[in-house]
């Protein structure tokens, strides 16, 4: 047990659907502060990080959307996560996934200052693999990956502080990948672990051998949740939906085994839409997810 630092990032920007402002509140609401208390965990709710102010800017592609919301996010959320990472496990309660574009970048300015290499364990139906050249749908939640493996095309964004060497990043649970980052994928020598691969391999073998390297290089671990790793089917609440996601068990396995693991040093919560939850089902399951994932057991 430790300190859980719960840090609210109500930001929409990073698509088009406003209602993932709702999430941290939501995720509040479900409980998740007394989830973690009940485990043991010191826990410290820092509220949620105000909007910073936003100048006009510009980039090549015209299909970008919220360029300047997202650049001052990202260096909001960066700065936070640099500040928190010290002082216990930083939970970011997003938000959609434009978030980690400055989680990530906070947690490796971090990873570099003590001099320990960064694992990144990205749990979501997409890639995340555009650049600000090669999106389409403009939406920049659709980028944090290829962001923190250092990618070029993302001026004017800071460079990322420490990219993310290729064979530490795992993509987990992957069902929807664009030609583009498709490209782009084999092009960086990333092999995601897609839902094929989850089918024949089940969850347990592909992770155990993602956290045996972690452990090895002695790592830190920053895990992305995305709500729509899961099957829609147990979590309606995200705006991305892809049917044929984790099942209930298979995303509790995920946790459990990464509790076991005592790597994980953050963790993002993303694209959590409140607004198309049904009855607060997604939240619930998202918060009995982080309880897993911070040492509850069945037994
Ligand atoms: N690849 C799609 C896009 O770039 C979907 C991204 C979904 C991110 N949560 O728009």
Request: proline share 8%; glycine share 10%; aromatic share 6%.
């Amino acid at each position: 047990t430790g300190t859980c630092i719960l840090i609210g990032a109500p930001l929409a920007c990073g698509q088009r659907d406003p209602g993932c402002v709702m999430g941290p509140a939501a995720y509040r609401v479900a409980g998740l502060a007394a989830a973690l208390a009940d485990l043991g965990h010191r826990v410290e709710d820092r509220g949620d990080v105000t909007p910073p102010p936003v100048s006009a800017t510009t980039c090549t592609n015209p299909a970008v959307r919220e360029l300047g919301a997202t650049l001052a996010w990202t260096e909001a959320l960066a700065q936070t996560a640099q500040t928190a990472m010290p002082q216990g496990v930083p939970i970011f309660l997003g938000g959609d996934h434009a978030l980690s574009l400055g989680s990530v970048a906070g947690v490796a300015a971090h990873a570099a200052a003590v001099g320990r290499p960064l694992f990144l364990l990205w749990l979501d139906a997409h890639t995340d693999f555009h650049t600000l050249t090669t999106t389409t749908s403009g939406n920049l939640h659709g980028t944090p990956v290829a962001y923190a493996a250092g990618l070029p095309g993302f001026a004017p964004f800071p460079p990322f502080p420490a990219p993310i060497p290729a064979e530490n990043i795992c993509l987990f649970g992957i069902r929807s990948v664009d030609p583009a980052e498709q490209a782009a994928l084999h092009a960086h020598a990333i092999q995601p672990v897609d839902m094929r691969a989850l089918d024949e391999q089940g969850v347990s073998a592909p992770l155990r051998a993602f956290l045996a390297r972690v452990a090895a290089a002695g790592g830190l671990l920053h895990v992305s949740l995305d709500v729509d790793f899961l099957d829609p089917a147990i979590a309606p609440a995200v705006g991305t939906t892809v049917p044929g996601g984790a099942t209930f068990r298979e995303a509790h396995l995920v946790m459990e085994l990464l509790h076991e693991s005592g790597l994980v040093t953050s963790l993002d919560l993303v694209e959590l839409n409140p607004f198309l939850d049904e009855k607060g089902r997604s939240a619930r399951l998202m918060v009995d997810l982080v309880a897993s994932l911070m040492g509850r057991k069945v037994f």
